[in-house]
């Protein structure tokens, strides 16, 4: 099997639930469209870059714009790292948002409850 195909069969499933996440959080009113927007192409050029890698790498050896070896299995190991890693950072962007939404929420709603009490007095 050629380590290209396998860098991109080891890092779809990755790609495909950050994208599934977006249109999720869209979906559910935790994102703006324009953050939609945004993450939905950043894990687009990630994927074409996943199926364009052997293309890229044999332009640049062409042209001697590289002198590196091919792929190795390493390079699949750190690059798929780095797309969980990459992963698993946006994540717990979308949750440390969360958290700070709901505790405006709580707060502004903490607010009017006690500007309410105070006018009862």
């Known amino acids: 099997m050629s380590r290209y195909l396998l860098l991109v069969i ?3 499933p990755l790609i495909i639930a950050g994208t599934v996440n977006a249109v999720v959080s869209y979906k559910l009113g935790h ?3 324009r953050r939609f927007i945004t993450r939905i192409i950043v894990w687009i050029i990630i994927f074409l870059s996943l199926l364009f890698t052997k293309s890229i790498y044999d332009f640049l050896f062409s042209n001697k714009l590289t002198q590196t070896e091919p792929l190795s299995l390493f390079d699949v190991a750190q690059i798929t790292g780095i797309i969980f890693t990459f992963y698993i950072a946006n994540q717990a962007y979308i949750r440390a ?3 700070e939404r709901r505790i405006q929420d709580l707060h502004q709603e ?3 409850r006690l500007s309410e009490d105070e006018k009862k007095k």
């Open 97 to 99: 948002d969360l958290l």
């Open 10 to 12: 080891l890092n779809v």
């Open 31 to 33: 994102s703006s469209r």
């Open 110 to 112: 903490l607010s009017i």
